[in-house]
């Protein structure tokens, strides 16, 4: 019979990989904490319709890529595609947002029917950040300075480039639009095929469009930050000044609109050139607009979210993971022949008691002097324990390093775990 296998785009993530992941999540875990952050679980399933209402009709996520379905009732019901609509009905509905400010942030699995490819995956990760209730820019500069922490942690800062833009209100980006629409309708049948179709749809996209035709067009297109109204004007000076005062280096890319049309104000996003066309490891804005629009009451935020596959990539084509994240084991112990099987499991028991926090891995399934030290080698561990009928019976243990060409030695075992704390 044929064997099942996982859905395309959707990943495994294997014994060998989760310590990095594990490595990421703390770290990142422990930024976020420094900073007062809150983390907030959501599910990953919602109604269709806060995705169509937040995210917009006609963007690239809800025209194409939502994996949609109707459950056993009729619902039609949507696997999220990403955090923030879900974290904004989160908040909304439990009363966390009326006259308080929140620092929020989740992790977990987003789905979107894409075509997979490296850095690009039908199942990801993400973690979101979002903060309610503070009109920036301190809080669009916090955002910012606390991700540059998260890549000094991680040993990519300056591996990332920052790129920021200020998109202004609806009001001002409505009289944007009509301009650029005005302009690129002169080039009509010379644009890209998206690009034509986004000139009804959605114009600002085209902005971002990667065909050379296009982008040649489009270099004599007027500018959205011609059209800036003055609040939103302001906001991004200060927000620019604190990002200088701070030292956080950035460029401002006029082009910057990003997909998702709930923006508005501040967008950025940290760009590596190490991972080809999906570079893109962090991305977010401010989004004033859409906690009243998924009808609450006007609640201004921002927030940002970043891909961990893309992350995880990124270290490891730069081979930036430490090698202590891969946890292995410290100690193995062995069983040689029946009669030791019972007293090797209660003093492995006795050192995992006595060295906290290191791995203590029992050899289980028998097997021969030479398979089991295979087996203590292949753990990663340090040293070997090595219990036999004639050590059970003496009170003592074999103690063989296995990673350098010291002799084993005899040790009571009373003492063990004294001599190990002091060797490991
Ligand atoms: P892109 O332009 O690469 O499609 P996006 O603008 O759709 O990205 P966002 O919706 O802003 O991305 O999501 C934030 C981050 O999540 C991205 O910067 C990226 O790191 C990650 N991400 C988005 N889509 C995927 C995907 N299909 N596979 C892996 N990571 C993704
Ligand atoms: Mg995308």
Redesign the pocket.
């Known amino acids: 019979m044929a064997k099942i296998q996982a859905i395309r785009g959707m990943n495994d993530i294997l014994p060998e990989q989760t310590p990095v992941w594990q490595y990421v999540e703390r770290s990142v875990r422990e930024v976020l904490g420094q900073y007062g952050y809150q983390e907030i679980r959501m599910p990953v399933v919602e109604q269709t319709e806060l995705f169509k209402r937040s995210i917009g009709e006609v963007t690239d996520i809800v025209e194409k890529e939502m994996y949609t379905f109707d459950d056993r009732n009729g619902d039609s019901l949507t696997l999220r595609p ?1 955090g923030t609509a879900g974290c904004v009905r989160a908040a909304e509905e439990h009363g966390l947002l009326f006259n308080q400010t929140r620092r929020l942030w989740y992790m977990g699995p987003m789905f ?1 029917h ?1 075509r997979p490819q490296k ?3 039908r199942q ?1 990760h ?1 973690i979101g950040v979002e903060c309610f209730g503070m009109a920036g820019p301190d809080v669009d500069a916090e955002l910012l300075v606390l991700t540059a922490r998260l890549w000094k942690a991680l040993g990519l800062y300056g591996h990332a480039r920052l790129e920021i833009n200020s998109i202004g209100t609806s009001e001002s980006r409505k009289v944007y639009r009509a301009a650029l629409v005005e302009y690129l309708s002169l080039f009509k049948d010379e644009l890209d095929e998206d690009s034509k179709r986004r000139l009804e749809t959605n114009p600002l996209r085209i902005l971002d469009s990667k065909d050379p035709g296009t982008r040649k067009i489009l270099e004599g297109a007027p500018g959205l930050g011609d059209y800036l109204d003055d609040e939103s004007r302001d906001h991004f000076d200060q927000l620019r000044a604190m990002l200088d005062a701070a030292g956080i280096a950035y460029t401002v890319n006029p082009a910057l609109v ?2 998702l049309d709930y923006y508005g104000k501040t967008v950025f996003e940290w760009i590596t050139d190490s991972l080809g066309a ?1 570079g ?4 977010g804005g401010r989004y004033d607009g859409l906690v009243e629009q998924l009808g609450g009451k006007p609640t201004v935020a921002v927030g940002f ?3 961990l ?2 992350l995880i990539l990124l270290l490891e084509t730069l081979g930036l993971v430490p090698g202590h994240v891969h946890n292995r084991a410290d100690v193995y112990v062995t069983a040689m022949g029946d009669t030791a099987v019972a007293p090797a499991m209660a003093l492995a028991e006795s050192l995992r008691d006595q060295l906290p926090g290191r791995t203590v891995v029992s050899h289980c399934g028998g097997g021969s002097f030479k398979s089991q030290m295979k087996k203590a080698d292949r753990s990663g561990a340090s040293y070997a324990v090595i219990l036999g009928e004639n050590e059970v019976a003496q009170g003592t243990a074999g103690l063989k390093p296995l990673r350098s060409d010291d002799p084993q030695q005899e040790v009571s075992q009373q003492d063990l775990a004294g001599t190990l704390a002091e060797l490991l």
């Open positions: 990403e979107r894409e850095g690009r995956y990801f993400q990003r997909g999906q893109t490891i962090c991305a979210a970043m891909g596959e893309r």
